[in-house]
């Protein structure tokens, strides 16, 4: 069964920047898109980022030339570098494998919660 292990979030000012990282167990990375998700209190999760498994990248407009999603096959590890954060990008982050855009695993991470005030 994978597990996702998500860890980096923290509490910034706006204007700086955080690094997520999500480890993946098992050996379904490579197969995969994979995505970072966000949920803000009380909202359903939003699909922010995605990487796919040749390697392109899709961002929602909203963190579009703010965040970058990256990944390492041999680390089973998926990153994303939020720069220039904003008040609104408060929320828990989490990863998932994607499969046609949908979330593959069904049993989340506990996210790691990103908290943007000065």
């Known amino acids: 069964q994978v597990q996702l292990v998500e860890s980096g979030g923290g509490l910034v000012q706006p204007g700086g920047s955080l690094r997520l990282s999500c480890a993946a167990s098992?050996?379904?990375?490579?197969?995969?898109?994979w995505g970072w998700y966000r949920q803000f209190s009380g909202k359903q999760r939003e699909l922010v980022a995605i990487?796919?498994?040749?390697?392109?990248?899709k961002y929602v407009d909203s963190v579009k030339g703010r965040f970058t999603i990256s990944k390492d096959n041999a680390k089973n590890r998926v990153y994303l570098q939020m720069s220039s954060l904003k008040f609104e990008d408060t929320a828990v982050y989490y990863c998932?494998?994607?499969?046609?855009?949908?979330?593959?695993?069904?049993?989340w991470g506990q996210g790691t919660q990103v908290t943007v005030s000065s």
């Open positions: 990487i796919e498994s040749g390697g392109g990248t």
């Open positions: 998932n494998a994607l499969r046609s855009g949908a979330p593959v695993l069904r049993s």
């Open positions: 098992g050996s379904i990375f490579s197969f995969y898109d």
